[in-house]
């Protein structure tokens, strides 16, 4: 089983990005899934999630700016991040609940330039 994150980048304060985490490598039961993300010199911490159900759960710090979704027929979590501030700038992970156990992706940097 395999978490490819894709779509950081450099962008300026106020700007959009939208990253994407596809989940593949077999069949499996595909549970809450959810994007985190680590600053230089800072531990990781939770952006937000989603259920298979689709109950949504954000971070203070993003909530009314990011909005994260998932295709569970193409097994697929995103995270629409608009009105991006420097200290959005990090390493951003996926994660997924995989036949019961958690898995993660490589990560993706996004950077905001001021």
């Known amino acids: 089983v395999q978490l490819q994150a894709s779509g950081g980048g450099l962008v300026q304060a106020g700007g959009s990005l939208r990253l994407s985490c596809a989940v593949s490598?077999?069949?499996?039961?595909?549970?809450?899934m959810g994007w985190y993300r680590q600053a230089p010199g800072k531990q990781r911490d939770l952006v937000a999630t989603i259920t298979g159900g689709g109950i949504t759960n954000y971070a203070d710090s993003v909530l009314g700016r990011f909005t994260i979704s998932r295709d569970n027929a193409k097994k697929t979590v995103y995270l629409q991040m608009n009105s991006l501030k420097p200290e959005d700038t990090a390493v951003y992970y996926c994660n997924a609940y995989v036949s019961g156990a958690a898995r993660w992706g490589q990560g993706t940097l996004v950077t905001v330039s001021s």
């Open positions: 490598g077999g069949i499996f039961m595909l549970g809450s």
